[in-house]
C-alpha cells in the first residue's frame, strides 16, 4: 500500500486544474465560427474603425466567431463575391444595393452605418466654398468615377443646377484624391473624412461641406446575400451587432477608441492625433443622428434612387424592399 503526500497531492490537483483549463481554453477556440468578411478597401483605414475595435474588444469572439477581415475592389465588387457565396457578410456603402441588384446581385443593406453621408466637399479654406455652385469651371477630385463619392459629387452638383460637364472632375485614386487637393492642384475634393485627415496633415486649411446639406447619399453599409439572410439570420444578427458595438465606442469615447485602435492597428502608432480627428469627424457628419444605430432611412435610399435611374447609373428601380432589412437592427 502507498500513500500520496499533501505535497505530491496538492502538484496533482494544481496539474489536473491547469489541463482542465488549457483545455477548455482550447475547446473555447475551437467552437470559434471562422467567417471571411469582405471590406471594399484596407480594413486598416480609419473609415473602419468600427470593425476593427469590435474585433480588437472581442465582441465578434463574444458572438462565437472569428472574423477574418479580406480585402475587395470596391463595394460593387463586395457586393457580387457575397451574392456568390464567396463570403457570407460584407462591407459597401447604403447606396451599393441599389447598383448591385440592378445588376442582379441578390444583396441587401442589413445596417447603415450612421445617418450621414458617408461624403463631403472639402475646399480649401481660401477658396471661400460655399456652395457647390461655386465649383463652376474649377477643379474638384474624386477617387473614381465609379465610386459613391463621385455619384455623391453630382448629386450636390445637380442641386444647384450644375452637371458633370460645368466642373473639372479628376479621377485621381486612392492616395491622389486628397494628394492632389493638397497641393492645390484642385480646388476641393469628394472625399471622407480619412482623406480629408491626411489633406490637412499635408498642410492644408479646410472648409468642409457635408454632403447632406445638399444631396443625401449614405454612410457605409453591411451586406449581406438574401439566401444568408433567409437561411442563417443569427450569423448576420450577431456580425451586426457587434460591428455596431465597435461605431458606439466611437461616438461615446473616440479617445479611448483611438487608443484601443491604435494597439490594434500598431501602424498608426505616433498617429493617435490623427486618428482621433477622423473620429471625431466620423462622430459629427456620418455616425451621429440615427434613432436606431444602424438603420436604413428607406425614404432617403428611395430618393437616392430616383437619382441613380434618372442620372442613367441604374436603368429601372428596384422595389425597396429588395434593397435592405433592418430586422436585424431592431427596425420593422
Known sequence: MSFTTP?????TCLAILASTALLGSVAAQVALQKITYLLPAPGTLPAFGPWMLAQAKGYYAAEGLEVEFVTGRGGVDVAKQVGAGNAVIGGAIGDTPIIARAQGIPVKAVAVLGSGSLTQLVSHKDEHIESPRELKGKTVTVISYTDTTYYALLGMLSKVGLTKSDVNIQAAGPAGVWQQFASKKAVAMAGVPDWTVSAMDAGAS????????YFKSMAQSILASDETIQKNPQLIQKLVRATIKGMKDIMADPKAATATYVQHVPMYKGKEASILQAFEMYNKYVYAGQKVPGQMDE????????????????AKEAPLKDLYTNQFVGGK
Request: charged share 25%; glycine share 6%; net charge positive.
Open 7 to 11: 505535497l505530491v497531492l496538492r502538484r
Open 206 to 213: 479646410v472648409d468642409i461641406l457635408p454632403a447632406d446639406v
Open 299 to 314: 425614404t432617403r435610399l428611395g430618393e437616392l434612387q430616383k437619382f441613380y435611374v434618372s442620372n442613367g447609373v441604374v
